[in-house]
T-cell receptor, first 114, second 114 residues
Framework: KNQVEQSPQSLIILEGKNCTLQ??????????LRWYKQDTGRGPVSLTI?????NTKSNGRYTATLDADTKQSSLHITASQLSDSASYIC?????????????FGTGTRLTVIP | KAGVTQTPRYLIKTRGQQVTLSCSPI?????VSWYQQTPGQGLQFLFE???????NKGNFPGRFSGRQFSNSRSEMNVSTLELGDSALYLC?????????????FGEGSRLTVL
């Protein structure tokens, strides 16, 4: 069964600290993995898209890693800011199957406090 | 470049009524997909339209339907509303079909069913 699991469900950190969010998946055949940031009451915004051959991808203070062998990804946030408070959603895309091929995690809710 | 526009942003309906939500994609994007987001279930795929044709469909009852116009604008309709239909409905546009390209989400339409 194709599934995407994220941990932790929620996380509270102090401003300026680093944190790492986890995403494990069982989606097959794998096409790509995406991380989205969703502010409360807003639509998700893409942070990174990673294909099978990419191990690391950065977008400013956000760095995503992918281990296709263990089917794990992480999103590392460096020097957190109050504006990083949001939900972070991991989405895994399967190769074309003729049916729905996007699988969503339920997200990690990050709160950055001063 | 204008982003994805969803209307209305908020609406309240009562059980048994129907509702129509609208989504205008980014100019040049021919794919529009719809998602339901609830606190317990996260993001769930409803359907995708590309060039006025439904290309993909999620596991939702027939009360949920959609269409796409020649200008790529899309509408989704929910008939005979139930309390459980209360959710944030997001649409996303993309250059490519079957979720192979980057998705750009709108701000969503928050539906409350009383």
């Amino acid at each position: 069964k194709n599934q995407v699991e994220q941990s932790p469900q929620s996380l509270i950190i102090l401003e300026g600290k680093n944190c790492t969010l986890q995403c494990n998946y069982t989606v097959s055949p794998f096409s790509n993995l995406r991380w989205y940031k969703q502010d409360t009451g807003r639509g998700p915004v893409s942070l990174t898209i990673m294909t099978f051959s990419e191990n690391t991808k950065s977008n400013g203070r956000y760095t995503a890693t992918l281990d296709a062998d263990t089917k794990q990804s992480s999103l590392h946030i460096t020097a957190s800011q109050l504006s990083d408070s949001a939900s972070y959603i991991c989405v895994v895309s399967a190769e074309e199957t003729g049916a729905n091929n996007l699988f969503f995690g339920t997200g990690t809710r990050l709160t950055v406090i001063p | 470049k204008a982003g994805v526009t969803q209307t209305p942003r908020y609406l309240i309906k009562t059980r048994g009524q129907q509702v129509t939500l609208s989504c205008s994609p980014i100019s040049g994007h021919r794919s529009v997909s719809w998602y339901q987001q609830t606190p317990g279930q996260g993001l769930q795929f409803l359907f995708e339209y590309f060039s006025e044709t439904q290309r993909n469909k999620g596991n939702f009852p027939g009360r949920f339907s959609g269409r796409q116009f020649s200008n790529s604008r899309s509408e989704m309709n929910v008939s005979t509303l139930e309390l459980g239909d209360s959710a944030l409905y997001l649409c996303a546009s993309s250059l490519f079909t079957k979720n192979t390209g980057e998705l750009f989400f709108g701000e969503g339409s928050r539906l409350t069913v009383l």
